[in-house]
Nanobody, 111 residues
């Protein structure tokens, strides 16, 4: 059974940093194409970025240069390093593999 569990969210001031984790079980982060999404209040869930099995990454323009996706194959964990955070980054962040989603972790950026 596949499980994805996000952690690392919290409250941070604008300009600060957070690192989100997505611990996977039942699948291997090393061989899969995985994504980070986010959903702000009153808005649709949107893609933040992706990482391929080969390690290539993609980011939406609004986070490119500030966010970095990486993974730890030994611990089967996906990460989202978020720097230079802005109030508009406030959202619930989710990791996704195939049709599986985590429960999300709240990120709140104060101005």
């Amino acid at each position: 059974q596949v499980q994805l569990v996000e952690s690392g969210g919290g409250l941070v001031q604008a300009g600060g940093s957070l690192r989100l984790s997505c611990a996977a079980s039942g699948t291997a982060v090393s061989i899969n194409y995985m994504d980070w999404y986010r959903q702000a209040p009153g808005k649709q869930r949107e893609l933040v970025g992706s990482i391929t099995s080969g390690g290539s990454t993609y980011y939406v323009p609004s986070v490119k240069g500030r966010f970095t996706i990486s993974r730890d194959n030994a611990n089967n964990t996906l990460y989202l390093q978020m720097n230079s955070l802005k109030p508009e980054d406030t959202a619930v962040y989710y990791c996704r593999w195939s049709s599986y989603w985590g429960q999300g972790t709240q990120v709140t950026v104060s101005s």
